[in-house]
Nanobody, 121 residues
């Protein structure tokens, strides 16, 4: 029932910027954290940035100072502003929401379908 819809990926030249967005909908009771991961073919999915309900943020070392994560609790949305993009940022970017849903209200991870970001040199 929980759905995550991502948008904002695309092709950009090195040094450019993109903003990703992710909107969660469905039977969410509460959200613990929202974040972004990325995955290159043949590699493991890796954390890019995550923000908790209290606003605490964590970034991968490779994106610190270039990317900024933000959220809108009322809209159940999370955003990733990506600046100074590099070819090595090329990957499929996935939104993740950590949330409680009825009826059991266990904490679960929910994933979006992914959006491609390609940075050309």
């Amino acid at each position: 029932q929980v759905q995550l819809v991502e948008a904002g990926g695309g092709l950009v030249q090195a040094g450019g910027s993109l903003t990703l967005s992710c909107v969660a909908s469905g039977g969410i009771f509460s959200i613990n954290a929202m974040g972004w991961y990325r995955q290159d073919p043949g590699k493991q999915r890796e954390l890019v940035a995550i923000v908790t309900t209290t606003g605490t943020t964590t970034y991968a070392d490779s994106v610190k100072g270039r990317f900024a994560i933000s959220k809108d609790d009322a809209k159940k949305s999370v955003y990733l502003q990506m600046n100074s993009l590099k070819p090595e940022d090329t990957a499929v970017y996935y939104c993740k929401v950590v949330a409680r849903t009825p009826p059991a209200f266990h904490i679960r991870d929910f994933w979006g379908q992914g959006t491609q970001v390609t940075v050309s040199s």
